[in-house]
C-alpha cells in the first residue's frame, strides 16, 4: 500500500486515509456550506506546529475558526457544556473534533449537546438515555492525532461525572463523524511512551473485541486483522518511526474501534478506575493490565486464543503464549510489567474493586468477573 496516496473508505463512516488527507478539509467545509468551525482539541495539541498549520489553512480559506481545548485528560461534564457555550457564543455552525480520545469525545459530546439541553447524563447509554437523542446534530468531522481509541470512527463518547468520576457512555448512531480525514503524518511527532500507551489500547481494544461473548463474526475478522497490524508496527512505531508503521497503527486503531461495538471487556473494566480514580493513561491502564486480564479468560476459550495466537505467528498455539507475549511487547515498548510502578498502592485496591466490578464493560466479556476477581486481579498485578 502506497501511504502516500489517500484512500477513501466507507466504513461505518466516510473516512479518508492517507498522507495530507487533513489537507482536504477547507475545501470539503466549503463544499458543504459550513463557513465558523468550532475546532474542538486538548491544550496539548492547541499548541503543537501541525494545529496552527490547520488552523491557519482554513482561516486562509475565508473560514471563520473558533477554537476549544479546555478539556481533562480524562473528561468531565463541565468541559462538554464550556464547549458548547463557546458555540452558542460564537454562533458555529459545525464541529471538528481533532486529537486523542479525550479531545474526539468532548468533540462528539458537544455535538450530542447542542441540540439536547437536559442534564447531559440523561442521555446515558447505560440507562437506556439513547432513546432521547432524537433532535438534529450539527456537521461533525473528527481527525485523529493518536493511534489508540479509534474514536474517530465511533459514535459514543466516555464521559465522567466532576464530582463522582463515575463515567457515562453518550451514543447514538446520529453522533458518528459525517467525515474522518485520517492522516498519519499528524501521529508521527507521538513521543515513544504515549505511542507506546496509545498501541496497546489499540491492541486491547482488538483483542477484546474479538473475545467478547456476542457472536459478531464481523467484528471477529476485523480485529484480528487489528491485531496482526499492531503487531507488525507497533514497536517501529515507537522506536524508529515512519510513514508505514504510523499508517497501520492509525489504521489498526480504527479497526479496534469499530470491531468493539460487539463489546469489551476485563481489561476495561481494571483500567477504567485507574483513570478515574488516579488520573491514569487510559493507554496505559490497557496496558499494564491486559496480560493479566487476558490469562483469566483463557480457560474455557483456548479455541479463541489458538486463533489469536496464530494471527501473531507465535510458535505454540496457546493463551498463555499470547500472556507471554503481552508481557514481552509490553517490554519491548517501554510498558510497566506492574501496577505500583504507575502510583498504585495497596490502599486503592478494595476502592478499584469496587470501581470496576460497577464499570459497564465487562458483562461482555466472555466469561463473568466477579467483586472478588478483579481484587484478585488487582493484587497480581500490583
Not at 469525545?105 to 438515555?129: C, N, P, T, W
Amino acid at each position: 500500500m502506497d501511504f502516500n496516496r489517500v484512500v477513501q473508505f466507507n466504513f461505518p463512516a466516510t473516512i479518508r486515509f492517507g498522507a495530507n488527507a487533513v489537507k482536504e478539509l477547507p475545501a470539503y467545509l466549503k463544499q458543504n456550506n459550513l463557513k465558523h468551525p468550532l475546532l474542538s482539541t486538548d491544550p496539548v495539541i492547541a499548541g503543537l506546529p501541525f494545529f496552527k498549520a490547520i488552523v491557519d489553512d482554513l482561516k486562509q480559506n475565508g473560514l471563520s475558526v473558533e477554537v476549544f481545548s479546555e478539556v481533562h485528560k480524562n473528561p468531565v461534564k463541565s468541559d462538554v457544556y464550556k464547549g458548547t457555550d463557546l458555540y452558542d457564543a460564537t454562533k458555529r455552525d459545525c464541529i471538528v473534533g481533532i486529537g486523542g480520545g479525550a479531545a474526539l469525545d468532548v468533540a462528539r459530546a458537544i455535538v450530542l449537546r447542542v441540540h439536547h439541553r437536559e442534564d447531559l447524563f440523561k442521555y446515558d447509554d447505560l440507562v437506556g438515555g439513547d432513546v432521547y437523542v432524537t433532535n438534529d446534530v450539527p456537521h461533525f468531522v473528527t481527525i485523529p492525532t493518536t493511534a489508540g481509541t479509534g474514536s474517530e470512527v465511533g459514535r459514543s463518547a466516555i464521559i465522567a461525572d466532576d464530582i463522582s468520576h463515575q463515567k457515562k457512555i453518550l451514543f447514538s448512531p446520529k453522533l458518528l463523524a459525517k467525515i474522518v480525514f485520517a492522516d498519519p503524518l499528524l501521529t508521527m511527532d507521538l513521543p515513544p511512551a504515549i505511542t507506546a500507551a496509545t498501541g496497546m489500547d489499540a491492541l486491547t481494544h482488538n483483542m477484546e473485541a474479538f473475545l467478547a461473548k456476542n457472536y459478531h463474526p464481523i467484528c471477529d475478522g476485523i480485529a484480528l486483522e487489528g491485531i496482526r497490524l499492531i503487531s507488525a508496527s507497533l514497536e517501529k512505531a515507537v522506536k524508529t518511526p515512519d510513514l508505514a508503521s504510523r499508517a497501520e497503527m492509525l489504521l489498526a486503531s480504527m479497526m479496534g474501534a469499530i470491531a468493539f461495538q460487539k463489546g469489551l471487556g476485563v481489561v476495561h473494566s481494571l483500567a477504567h478506575p485507574l483513570s478515574s480514580l488516579l488520573d491514569t493513561h487510559h493507554g496505559l491502564a490497557n496496558a499494564v493490565n491486559i496480560p493479566y486480564g487476558m490469562r483469566f479468560n483463557i480457560a474455557g476459550f483456548e479455541d479463541k486464543f489458538a486463533r489469536i495466537a496464530r494471527t501473531l505467528e507465535l510458535k505454540e498455539n496457546t493463551g498463555e503464549a499470547v500472556v507471554q507475549y503481552l508481557f514481552d511487547l509490553n517490554t519491548r515498548v517501554g510498558i510497566p510489567h506492574k501496577l505500583r510502578d504507575i502510583q498504585v498502592k495497596e490502599e486503592h485496591l478494595d476502592t478499584l474493586a469496587d470501581l470496576a466490578f460497577a464499570d459497564f464493560a465487562h458483562p461482555n466479556n466472555p466469561k463473568p468477573v466477579s467483586r472478588a476477581d478483579f481484587r484478585k486481579l488487582y493484587a497480581e498485578a500490583l
